[in-house]
C-alpha cells in the first residue's frame, strides 16, 4: 500500500522514529518500538491534530509500518499495537466510530504481515470483521503465539 496523503506520510515518518536498536529488544536490523504513554499521546495528537489529518492517517501509516520486513510481531509490538488503538478509541472515541476501516478489512484479506493482522484484529471494529476477514487474520496469525488470542477474539459469541 503505498501512503496517499501528505498527512499518512507525515504519520509514517512519526511513528518510524517511535524505535530502539537496543539487542535487548529487536536483532539487528530490525525496528522494534520503544514510547512511553505520554510520548504516544503527544506523537498522536500531533499526527491528528494536522489540518485535514484523521484517523485513517494514524491507521493508514501504521499498517505501512506493520508491513515492513524490518517489523516482527513480537510482544513489544503487540502492546504497541494495543496502546496505540487503545489511545485512538480513547481520545477521539467519536473519530474512531465515525472512521471507515473497511480499507484495512480489504487489505487483510488481499494478505498481509503477521503485524498488519495483528493491527487488524486489535484495531477493526466488530462491523468491518466479516468472515472472510476473520479467516484471513487468523491464517496471517497462524505460528505465532498470537494465534490462540486471535482464536479467542474471534470466536463467535
Request: proline residues 5%; glycine residues 8%.
Amino acid at each position: 500500500m503505498a501512503l496517499e496523503t501528505d498527512g499518512q506520510r507525515q504519520a509514517y515518518i512519526a511513528l518510524r522514529q517511535l524505535n530502539t536498536t537496543d539487542p535487548k529488544w529487536c536483532g539487528p536490523g530490525e525496528w522494534a518500538p520503544v514510547w512511553s504513554s505520554w510520548g504516544l499521546e503527544q506523537t498522536i495528537e500531533k499526527i491528528v491534530g494536522q489540518d485535514g489529518s484523521g484517523l485513517r492517517d494514524v491507521f493508514a501509516a501504521f499498517w505501512e509500518l506493520a508491513g515492513q520486513p524490518d517489523v516482527r510481531l513480537t510482544r513489544l509490538m503487540a502492546d504497541f499495537i494495543l496502546d496505540i488503538v487503545r489511545l485512538c478509541f480513547r481520545l477521539y472515541r467519536r473519530r474512531y466510530d465515525a472512521e471507515d476501516f473497511s480499507w484495512m478489512a480489504q487489505r487483510v484479506q488481499c494478505g498481509c504481515t503477521p503485524s498488519q493482522a495483528y493491527l487488524a484484529l486489535i484495531g477493526l471494529p466488530p462491523d468491518f470483521k466479516n468472515a472472510a476477514c476473520r479467516s484471513a487474520i487468523l491464517s496471517s496469525l497462524k505460528g505465532t503465539e498470537f494465534f490462540a488470542e486471535a482464536e479467542r477474539m474471534l470466536a463467535p459469541d
